[in-house]
């Protein structure tokens, strides 16, 4: 694709239908594919054809941007950044295009003038939800950003058939349903068979001489499967970059087909056809919970393969020799998903270029940079030796001579030191034997980052202690982000306008500049307009929960929210301690002062993890109980709302007065939504812990709810010996609180059902949550008497929105570039086709 065709003569008509932005232009576009691509009639159309047109008319007019981005890169052999990652949470598009593109408003006219509601067909996308929580959003909003920067960027992932699971509540339990995301169509996709990519499982290698004399190794695999990428253009804000999302689905691959059709093995085809499909089937939904399945290890080297195949023929293509891979691309592992790259780029190079291993090794370890997401234990990734060895037996082989020769650099740096090599291996031969991911990943990247200032500390001290003795120059922080596109702007457009009307509209694209609302904090009429929109917004979640729930709150009550991934350590379970707290007061004393407030939950547990799954049960039944309790006389409420997605987060930041980020300190590495609330401006109450250390810094002390064990604190009760048991025996408050659980009193009188969570918390409570329970609710004391003052509420909330600028991916990306990517902006000069 050097030059593109000069269109035939007549064709302006038809492309003016396609980029045209006026009114009329988009309301006969709209109509005509309707028509031509939903094959419907207003008379005969579904809400879903309406967004199917929309979608359709708002793709057309990203196609010349995203057609300009690829020649553009193509001919000035644009330096690029792939992000790897098994998770891309995109959310809704049509929104946040319609946003990036700059036609929002003349879009909700055309539709407005067609009789339709805008709103309603935003609500009928059925998001991509290719991502479990945080790490899958957070590759989303990086995406946004690098189009935003107009960076050349790449990402490559799985266009997973089921995405994560919808969750529905029955009976306080959560249930799972199958995500069928693709029913209806995609609309944003579009298939690129022509670049389909075969990659290879199991069987065994073969040694040869090959013609020069060298020593080269021929894989025999045992099952062969063809990779087909689907692209979806990420539009910048306001920009002509349109970068591409590029996704690997898992075909049967023909060869395969024909052999077992031609032995007459009709059946054995056809499942051997379903088996390789199986594949890109279905995202796991453990966050943070490793789980040891052939399957996942198939999907990552899946995608891994796939990926730095395509990354080849770009370069090939572009003429460009296989020595400049690392001055042509830059590739990031989110997390050790995708660590497998290391020895897969070793392999091509070697195996199917013909590289030797010092040239190929010096190519590997300059393209890759690592990031790190957790330090949970159950998290980090190894793969049993035997499993990995039978799925990847040219693998295994090439990770076995990465470890001699790393292993030997050990010995040199650090002679004598049997302990040392035994940790740093990339082998675990402690028991069983384990392929160690993380291991491979930091000797294959010459940079490796955490997600936060605190976090990035943590992971030098202990889960990647012993590399960092080894390579201290590889390590560095970039502290998380999120993007004010979707969350600020698409998200809160009332709140936008409001800031827009005071500093313009610059903020957007330069966060930093948000400060500039700093000077209204105390300017009584704009304070005034920013609490009537929290309000205003509030009262639209009141009504979206009683449709939903019917339940009534009251918008004027204190929204205390907690929104994210049910663990353990995010301590849902701290947060319902507190509620039961204040129930327990108001029935000792039912006239008694207390802020009213709305209790809201949202997010799933991974359908395997007991504990989090008796959470929500739990959360729902203190709720069944505080809801009716005539003597709460609606000052308390407590909801959990099913099905926490991007769609429903872009509700709920907006409204939320308090954001819960409570998590044990040391645990969480950075926390991303922390970040969206409080550019809402809600105010955090938190733990010293991931990026709420550094959002503390940015807002101010006094405009943030600190409380909580530090990690040192926390490390050290530990060491001593941590006994949850003497907190209980010796505050009343909580073992009366405990007890109102053990006693049956929110399970209709069955004392069993919360047992394992009493018991629990008691005698291991891994989390602390006995031991920051005083601390927690007597913060939230403190929560309580401020919101008392709505004055001085809404200026600290004000401070908090003004003072966020740092937590823009925008600055996130920027880092990423500067000291690990090294790449530069390309801006996109619109070319108009239609001048011909
Ligand atoms: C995930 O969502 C995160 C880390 C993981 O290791 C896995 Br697996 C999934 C999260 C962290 O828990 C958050 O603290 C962090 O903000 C997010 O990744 C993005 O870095």
């Known amino acids: 694709m050097q030059t593109l065709p000069t269109p035939p003569s007549g064709s ?109 067909l935003l609500q009928q996308e059925e998001e991509p939800g290719l991502g479990n929580g945080g790490l899958g959003r957070l590759a989303a909003c990086y995406l946004d950003s690098l189009a935003t920067l107009e960076i050349p960027a790449l990402g490559y992932g799985i266009r997973y058939e089921f ?118 089937k279905v995202l796991y939904p453990n966050d943070e919970q490793y789980q040891g399945k052939v399957l996942r290890l198939e999907q990552q080297m899946f995608f891994v393969s796939c990926s730095l195949q395509d990354m080849i023929r770009i370069l090939q293509m572009q003429n460009m020799s296989l020595e400049k891979f690392p001055e042509k691309f830059s590739v990031q592992l989110n997390d050790t998903h995708p660590a497998i790259a290391v020895a897969e780029l070793m392999r091509l190079l070697m195996d199917e270029h013909g590289m030797q291993w010092d040239n190929a090794w010096n190519i590997t370890t300059r393209t890759f940079g690592y990031t790190n997401h957790t330090l949970l234990p159950e998290a980090l990734e190894r793969w049993p030796l035997k499993l990995f060895s ?223 799954k008796l959470i929500i049960k739990f959360i729902n039944s203190i709720g069944e109980v505080v809801n009716r309790d005539p003597d709460v006389a609606g000052r308390l409420k407590v909801v959990f709302l099913k099905d926490y997605n991007v769609k429903f987060a872009q509700r709920v930041y907006p409204a939320a007065d308090l954001s819960e980020q409570i998590s044990t300190a040391g645990k969480e590495a950075s926390g991303t939504g922390n970040m969206k609330f409080s550019m809402n401006g809600a105010l955090t109450i938190g733990t010293l812990d991931g990026a709420n250390v550094e959002i503390r810094e940015e807002v101010g002390a006094e405009n943030f709810f600190l409380f909580g064990l530090t990690t040192e604190e926390v490390a050290a009760k530990k060491a001593a010996g941590y006994r949850p048991i003497d907190y209980y025996e010796s505050n009343n408050d909580l073992r009366q609180v405990i007890d109102r659980i053990a006693s049956g009193f929110f399970s209709h009188g069955d004392t069993g059902l919360f047992r394992p969570l009493v018991d629990n918390l008691l005698h291991k409570d891994e989390y602390l949550l006995l031991a920051d329970y005083q601390s927690y609710i007597d913060c939230q004391e403190q929560v309580s008497q401020a919101y008392r003052n709505w004055d001085h509420w809404t200026r600290m909330s004000i401070l908090n929105t003004a003072r966020m600028g740092k937590f823009s991916s925008d600055r996130s990306i920027r880092d990423y570039c500067q000291n690990i990517w090294k790449v530069q902006p390309v801006p996109i000069e619109l070319k108009d086709y239609t001048q011909s």
Request: some cysteine.
């Open 163 to 280: 995405g994560i699971f919808d969750q529905e509540i029955r009976d306080g339990w959560q249930v799972e349903i199958t995500d069928k995301w693709l029913r209806y169509g995609n609309p944003w996709e579009i298939a690129r068979p022509d670049w389909a990519v075969e990659v290879k499982y199991g069987g065994h290698t073969e040694s040869f001489i090959d013609e020069h004399g060298n020593y080269r190794v021929r894989w025999v695999p045992f099952k062969v499967v063809k990779g087909l990428p689907y692209d979806t253009p990420i539009l910048g804000y306001k920009v002509n970059t349109a970068n591409t999302l590029r996704l690997w689905s898992a075909e049967a691959t023909e060869s395969f087909d024909f052999g077992a059709f031609n032995s007459g093995d009709y059946f054995g085809a056809v499942h051997q056809k379903s088996n390789s499909e199986n594949i890109s």
């Open 390 to 612: 039978e799925l990847l037996p040219r693998h295994i082989e090439i990770i076995y001579e990465i470890n001699r020769r790393f292993l030997d650099d050990v010995r040199i740096k650090f002679p004598d030191d049997p302990g040392r090599l035994s940790r740093l291996s990339l082998i675990d031969e402690s028991g069983e034997k384990y392929v160690r991911m993380a291991n491979l990943a930091c000797v294959g990247s010459s940079a490796i980052n955490g997600v936060a200032a605190l976090h990035s500390e943590l992971v030098k001290q202990t889960v990647l202690k012993d590399f960092y003795d080894m390579y201290p120059e590889k390590f560095t922080n970039v502290t998380n982000g999120v993007t004010p596109r979707r969350f600020v702007v698409l998200s809160n457009p009332r709140m936008t306008s409001l800031i827009t009307s005071k500093i313009g509209d610059n903020w957007i694209k330069h966060l930093d500049e948000l400060r500039r609302i700093e000077q209204f904090a105390d300017d009584p009429g704009f304070r005034y307009e920013f609490r009537q929109i929290k309000q205003a917004i509030k009262q639209d979640l009141a009504n979206h929960i009683k449709s939903e729930t019917d339940v009534e709150v009251d918008p004027s009550s204190l929204f205390d929210i907690q929104v994210k991934r049910i663990h353990e350590y995010k301590r849902q379970h701290l947060n319902a301690l507190h509620i039961i707290h204040l129930y327990n007061r108001i029935k000792a004393n039912p006239s008694a002062e207390i802020t009213p407030r709305t209790f809201l939950f949202g997010g799933k547990a991974a359908p395997g993890y007991y504990m989090a």
């Open 12 to 120: 302006v008509q038809i492309e003016d239908d396609r980029t045209g932005l006026s009114i009329e232009t988009l309301k006969r576009a709209f109509l005509d594919n309707l028509f031509y691509i939903q094959g419907k009639f207003p008379a005969l159309a579904s809400k879903n054809d309406y967004y199917m047109a929309l979608a359709y008319t708002v793709r057309d007019r990203l196609l010349r941007r995203w057609l300009n981005t690829a020649e553009t890169y193509t001919n000035t052999q644009a330096r690029t950044v792939c992000y790897l990652s098994a998770e891309f949470l995109m959310g809704p598009h049509l929104g946040n295009n319609l946003i990036n593109l700059g036609i929002y408003d003349q879009i909700n006219q055309a539709m407005t003038e067609l009789g339709l509601d805008l709103n309603e």
